[in-house]
């Protein structure tokens, strides 16, 4: 490498200063000042400069791209935990969130608060260690996350170096990548051209771009991101959310739009009112509000219950609605013979996404709604789910409209279809209906089930009117020849899919389990099962009684699964799987005796004011297994008191019942939830 001259160092220095002076005007204003392509010019000098000098500044824009491909993502231990929020979805419940505060802190003095849109994306974590960009993490369970770093730095609102005189030591940095709407639906498009899944919203959109192994493919999304909190900090004090938000300002971070302070419980509504009216003009999606107390020092006062803080909250907006025109009705048909109804709808915006369909859930709902082809509708979009009619307006019927009833025969394959009794699904009951047949391919390689990327609908569609595949199983037969005679192919989307197809063969036994789209048995199923039988042969013709022993799991998953593991064709199937070198490994087994849940056989009574509801509390003992009762007996273990407890208190003592606080309950939930 030849060695770079002081002159040559200088002017990279200056062209790298020079571009990241464009990039955060261009990314983080929104007001360039220079072209694309005068843009792309300088970047070629600065590269240039860099390959024939090799020398390359930490913080040049050479370095946001261009990392090999990872293998799998490296876990990252948070310093802080990352926590989630509570949510309020009334201003009465926002009022009782500055109530619990006001107790909690034993004041009625006004609190000044923050108020900020929520971002519908994904969390992430940015250390800075000397002002460098040192590792950016996704939130994963709140204490461990994944090093996403490689795909982080391809976001060019991401500073690799933070600007200013106040450069913390190392600071944690959080915010929310996020995907804008537009984006999203030209994402959507494209995936769709090339036969991959849709992004059901803007958030898994975000998520599924941030958890790519080739950053190459990050790179190719249009990410934003909005920096909003705080972890860890060393050589630095910030004393409130409005001067560290000013902080990062100043430091060239993205900061949320239209953060508003605000002073009383009834300002903050108002901010709160404010974003809503404002909501449908953001480019991004946003489905409520975030409530802080702005002070630093308060926040520490009042801390965290188990994985929320008490210093925020999230108020959720009511979902988007539209008015439409109902134009046809489709009868769908799902994997397992299913058949849904399926509005198409005049394409209609709603809080900012254009929607042109719309699912009608079953036959049950489309009958007692009365919906019917050609009626005005109201639509509902609550951000993360499929758009659904939640209405008719009947008064805007001309006579015109036609009911649909359900099909008698599958649309697909014109076999019978059948009612189950007590079931609201009909059911095409062909086993080889080319519809189910599709679907149980495109499920079976799933992202959640076996995860072979590049076999999305269209491409399944393709291989099975080939006649390439009629079965999962046949995946595993097909050779990069057969993907080059067809017209979607070539030499290099070919070998990623037959790599694809080849690397699905490892995998667990809870996802083959799941891949199988047995009826009833979901991800959490799959799970449970894998958790106690050892190898898929243990399950090999079991009985449903030796499945109901495992708790959680009811009759109807039971006696699927029963139907599934006792048919000679399935345990062929796997037979054929295990030739073609299936290999599954089970981290999940624990085996066949249940473990008991860790508050299993201890009753509680709760009494006197709490800082969260009651109700809450009772739900989070019950979930792990305890009972919450009413009244103090000798049965009762142990008494939660807060303040004024009243009578309650008197009974236990002489009952010689425990008596705890909150925070002493707390921990054993903690404790014992392991
Ligand atoms: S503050 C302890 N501010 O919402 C407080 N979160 O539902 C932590 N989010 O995990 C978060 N916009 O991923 C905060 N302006 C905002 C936000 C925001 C979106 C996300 C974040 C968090 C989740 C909680």
Redesign the pocket.
Known sequence: MPKSSDKTKQQIERLVKDLNDHCYQYHVLDSPVISDSEYDLLYRELKDLEERSGYSPPDSPTRRIGAPPLEKFEKVNHTMP????GNAFSYDEVREFEQRIKRYLKTDENILYTV????DGL?IELTYKKGLLHRAST?GDGSVGEDVTDNIKTIKAVPLKIVGDSVPEVIDIRG?VYIDIREFEALNREREEQGAPAFANPRNAAAGSIRQLDSSITAGRKLHLAC??IGFVQGSAFNSQREFIQWLKGARFPT?SGMQPAEGIENVIKAVQNIEERRDTYPFETDGA?I?VDSFDTQKRLGMKTRE?RW?I?YKFPAHRGVTQIKNILASVGRTGTITPVALLEPVRIGGVTVSRSTLHNWDELERKDIRIGDTVIVERAGDVIPHVIAVSKDKRTGEEKVFHPPENCPVCGSAVEKGEGEVAFRCIGLNCAAQVQERIKHYSSRSAMDIEGLGEKIVALLFSEKLVGHFSDIYTLKKEDLLNLPRFAEKSAQNLINAIDKSKSTTLARFLYSLGIIHVGEYAAKLLARHFEKLDDLYRVKAEKIITIKQIGEKIAASLEKFFNDEENLQTFETLKSFGLNLSNPDFKGMEEEALPLEGITFVITGTMPVARKEIEEDIERLGGRASGSVSKKTDYLVAGESPGSKLAKARALGVKTISYDELLEMLKIRAG
Do not use: I, N, T
């Open positions: 990352m926590l989630s929020l900020e849109p929520k971002y969390a939130r929310e909003y909190g949320p975030v802080k803080p925020a999230a």
